[in-house]
């Protein structure tokens, strides 16, 4: 019972004392006087006044003054001292409360897998709880596998009610405990009420659950318990009973009372033998919560992180690297325990920044030698591991009356294996009967564990025999691919250079191929940061075995690009590192990155390689074009010679039938013609008819370059003002349509070879068609940031726009090509391009 209600009844009581109908403040000196006497305590005139409200009262009434009072209307029944005492009580209950409370969500604050400064909270956790405290349920559990952050949830949402307990009236009695606080004598059958007691500072004699009944009806106030930690009890057959008894004892305690609720965190396995002790007793199940995002099938209701809570603690833990994770790769980081294994990478390794899967394995990695091959009954762990998966034979869980021999022999290596999160039991109905099943919690690491057995199976080494059995078996299933991707983990750390390179030829899709050789370049860069990468994989040979597989200029592969980056990054000869640089300053060129060329240049310099192709040096071309492009005055007129040499088909080299031009000559070429196409687009088809007389070869190759080289020959033709000749390109159209069926074309010789189309559209005068074609490149262009063809799409655009009298359309395009050349601060002479 509050003060207030206390002084509203000695109000009344000391008018029906005295007699008087209507207090005046003149009475109040009167009732003081009597009181004095008649208590032999001293009570002032003011203190009366202030008792009825003709003074200002700043502050409560001491306990002297309620006491002497109360001794005046000779009212002091039980029932009546009881109210003051509930007064001073409840405050004392609430205030121990917030202690322990406070102290507990700073204990497990602080044993958080991240700093708890970059959790979040979470929005359902709220939600559940505001639903369940106005209903008439008693507990609510809040029930995953390990790892999934429960105690972090559960500290979030006891520090919001603190906080709003202090920005308003405090009313509930908030107590936030480790279960090892109540639970400390699981092995005895001691009375769970008792220790509650204890904690919050409530009079031994005083019934719990009828206390708070009361307090509950006089004035609202609830008893909110929130239990967390019960993984760290010693919990095995014995103390698992006595554990589960003292929970249901409290639960039916509390019974139909709305003043106890009680919430609590369980792992999924531990709340699974739980409902089955209570799932017989309708009165306790009933008064059970689940939650609104409670899932059977995974025991549990903590639903994994949006995609905006992981880039809210990806940005938290580290806001500019996160910017660079692909969204796939966030998206596999929506267990919090995966999110944990994260920081803590990222903490050993600042400048580790892969883009491939490379990160993500590597913190399954971590993940499985910390709960599995760094603990007690690691060998028993893993031969488990390995036979559930020869036992699944490509289906996602085993009945567990296959494993009963196995659980004999692994039963203690089960038991962590469940209480870990690592595998889960489920139950499914067949024909009526309840059949239990036994699965891996993530697929993950099933595909770990698949990986590990197809290992050992062919040998400890990834052999024909090797690929043969995870084709045969996983043929158009996704886990063919992760376990590549764990095979090329294994190789590169053993340093096996044929197994590689058997690995890397493998028939894959394009997709694939891509993805996979982006996770081997990743992968041999992060063993080299860390002084781990074996010699053998430091020789030349590797290069140029990866590059042979590589698709050359595929600037439209976002892979493309970090793969280069990556294959820089662990390159230990000046001359493969000269021809990375130099494939990321065609981009750089490409994409009129001023700032970015000019670092690069840099790097090349520092290099000091200073190899001529055909007869020019490609330091000096990449200088040349950076003036250009900067729009600085361009005097190299031994440059222009020899450029002018190439052209004319003077330089001293020897026509090839059979030749195909090498890498580093592939891309002197794109730089020439680059150029040619900024300074003197007219001179493009001299420079590509030379290379056809330096390399006829080019034309009926079925090469990535080739394909890239027709493309461009056919843009050449069509974007002059010169007739084209029908037939030579029919036959560039037959040609670039087989090397695509064979997959050797690349999505952006593709695209350009489409954006010749949009010019040839328009020199027939079929200008839908040509602004369909014209439209698709801008989109891809214009997405990979290849800002040079992008000005020039924006052009053709506007002109084709213009031609069909949409004159909003034409301005438009002229409007977005100025602003893309503004942006990147292009020189004049890019406006008339």
């Not at 007064?87 to 102290?103: A, E, W, Y």
């Not at 369980?266 to 008064?287: A, G, Q, T």
């Amino acid at each position: 019972m509050n003060q207030t209600i206390v002084l509203d009844k000695i109000r009344r009581l000391i008018l029906l004392k005295t007699g008087i109908h209507s207090i005046s403040p003149s009475d109040c000196k009167h009732i003081a006087s009597s009181v004095s006497k008649s208590t032999k305590k001293s009570i002032s005139e003011t203190t009366i006044k202030r008792l009825f409200g003709f003074a200002e009262t700043k502050s409560n009434f001491s306990r002297y003054t309620l006491s002497a009072l109360l001794d005046y209307t000779e009212e002091i029944e039980p029932t009546f001292a009881n109210a003051l005492n509930d007064v001073q009580n409840l405050k004392h209950i609430q205030n121990n409360c917030r202690t322990v409370s406070l102290s507990t969500r700073k204990n497990l604050s602080n044993r958080s897998g991240i700093p708890y400064h970059l959790t979040v909270p979470r929005i359902f956790p709220r939600l559940d709880f505001d639903y369940f405290y106005h209903s008439s349920y008693s507990f609510m559990a809040i029930v995953s596998r390990a790892g999934y952050g429960k105690s972090t949830i559960m500290c979030h949402l006891v520090q919001q009610l603190l906080d709003e307990q202090n920005e308003q009236q405090e009313k509930d009695a908030i107590l936030f405990v480790s279960a090892r606080d109540i639970f400390d004598d699981q092995f005895e059958y001691t009375n769970l009420e008792q220790r509650i007691k204890s904690k919050i500072g409530l009079e031994k004699h005083n019934d719990l659950t009828s206390y708070f009944s009361e307090q509950h009806q006089q004035n609202g106030t609830k008893l909110l318990i929130f239990i967390d930690s019960f993984s760290e009890l010693l919990i095995n057959n014995i103390s698992k009973p006595v554990i589960f008894d003292k929970l249901i004892n409290l639960i039916c305690t509390i019974g139909q009372s709305d003043g106890i609720k009680v919430v609590f965190t369980m792992r999924s396995n531990m709340w699974n033998r739980f409902f089955d002790r209570i799932r017989n007793m309708p009165l306790v199940v009933e008064k059970w919560f689940p939650g609104l995002c409670f899932d059977i099938r995974d025991q549990s209701n903590i639903p994994p992180l949006a995609l905006e809570e992981i880039e809210t603690i990806l940005s938290k833990i580290d806001p500019e690297k996160a910017q660079h994770l692909t969204k796939d790769l966030k998206l596999k980081l929506k267990y919090p325990f995966f999110i944990q294994w994260y920081y803590l990478l990222k903490d050993e390794f600042p400048n580790f920044e892969p883009t491939s899967d490379l990160l993500f394995f590597e913190i399954v990695d971590r993940f499985i030698a910390e709960k599995i091959h760094h603990t007690s009954y690691a060998t028993e762990k893993t031969i488990f591991c390995r036979k559930l998966t020869v036992l699944m034979q490509g289906h996602k869980s085993v009945p567990k009356l296959l494993l009963i021999e196995d659980l004999a022999h692994f039963k203690n290596a089960y038991r962590e294996l469940l209480a870990d999160g690592i595998l889960m039991e489920e139950k499914q109905e067949e024909d009526g009967i309840i059949a239990e099943y036994v699965r891996f919690v993530h697929p993950h690491v099933s595909e770990y564990f698949i990986f590990l057995e197809r290992y050992h199976a062919a040998g400890k080494k990834v052999n024909q025999r090797f690929f043969k059995d995870i084709n045969m078996l996983y043929s158009g299933n996704s886990t063919r691919f992760q376990l590549m991707q764990w095979a090329a983990k294994i190789i590169i750390t053993k340093g096996n250079f044929e197994e590689l390179e058997l690995l890397i030829s493998q028939s894959l899709n394009d997709y694939e191929k891509k993805a996979l050789i982006h996770f081997i370049a990743e992968s041999l860069k992060y063993l080299k940061s860390r002084g781990l990468l074996p010699p053998q994989l430091q020789q030349q040979e590797l290069h140029e075995m990866i590059c042979s597989h590589l698709a050359p200029l595929d600037f439209v592969d976002s892979r493309y690009l970090d793969t280069v980056c990556a294959l820089r990054g662990f390159s230990s000869s000046n001359k493969q590192s000269f021809f990375y640089l130099l494939v990321l300053s065609v981009y750089d060129c490409l994409s009129i990155n001023k700032c970015r060329l000019a670092k690069r240049l840099k790097e090349i310099e520092m290099l000091q390689f200073n190899e001529t192709v055909f007869s020019l040096s490609p330091i000096k071309l990449l200088q040349n074009i950076s003036q250009l492009i900067s729009g600085r005055l361009s005097t190299n007129p031994e440059l222009s010679w020899q450029i002018e040499q190439f052209k004319q088909v003077k330089l001293s080299i020897e026509p090839n039938s059979e030749k195909l031009p090498s890498d580093l000559e592939m891309l002197v070429f794109v730089l020439m013609i680059i150029r040619e196409n900024i300074q003197n687009p007219k001179g493009v088809s001299s420079m590509i008819d030379a290379m056809i007389s330096y390399f006829p070869q080019i034309l009926v190759s079925n090469s990535p370059f080739s394909a890239y080289f027709l493309a461009i020959m056919d843009l050449s033709f069509n974007r002059s003002n010169q007739a084209v000749n029908e037939r030579l390109s029919s036959k560039i159209k037959i040609k670039i349509k087989q090397i695509k069926r064979q997959h050797y074309s690349t999505k952006f010789s593709e695209s350009i070879y489409k954006l010749s189309k949009a010019y040839q559209n328009q020199r027939s005068g079929n200008i839908e068609h040509a602004i369909n074609f014209a439209e698709r490149c801008l989109e891809i262009f214009s997405r990979n940031q290849l800002r040079l063809i992008e000005v020039g799409v924006y052009e053709l655009l506007s002109e084709l726009y213009g031609a069909i009298g949409n004159t909003e359309k034409k301005n438009d395009y002229l409007y977005q090509k100025f602003k893309c050349l503004n942006q990147q601060e292009a020189a004049p002479v890019l406006i008339g391009k």
